[in-house]
């Protein structure tokens, strides 16, 4: 029901940051908790935060907390994700997604679309 492409990836040096954006379109933005996941190559996908469709509720992996920030921007349809402090075990393709049931969910199944993904390389 909603389209999303991220964007703002690149190789960075440990202790550096980056901003991911995901931008959606289609289905009303608003009414959906969105996701970020990432994937690094030999792992499965894993949650890494969320937040409610009204941005009043963020969830983070214990292995981000305090280095990693959510938000969100309902009129301008888009989601971000502030990565500070970044860990070359940081590195992955980083996948946003969209929950129609809005609770900031970790679980995947919950999640109704996915973007692409981006690339975040972090070197040490």
């Known amino acids: 029901q909603v389209q999303l492409v991220e964007s703002g990836g690149g190789l960075v040096q440990a202790g550096g940051s980056l901003r991911l954006s995901c931008a959606a379109s289609?289905?009303?933005?608003?009414?959906?908790?969105m996701g970020w996941f990432r994937q690094a190559p030999g792992k499965d996908r894993e949650f890494v935060s969320a937040?409610?469709?009204?941005?009043?509720?963020?969830k983070y992996a214990d292995s981000v907390k305090g280095r990693f920030t959510i938000s969100r921007d309902n009129a301008k349809k888009t989601v971000f994700l502030q990565m500070n402090s970044l860990k070359p075990e940081d590195t992955a393709v980083y996948y946003c997604?969209?929950?129609?049931?809005?609770?900031?969910?970790?679980?995947?199944?919950?999640?109704?679309?996915w973007g692409q993904g981006t690339q975040v390389t972090v070197s040490s």
């Open positions: 997604a969209a929950d129609l049931a809005g609770g900031a969910s970790r679980t995947m199944s919950d999640y109704e679309s």
């Open positions: 289609g289905r009303t933005f608003s009414n959906y908790a």
């Open positions: 937040i409610s469709w009204g941005g009043s509720s963020t």
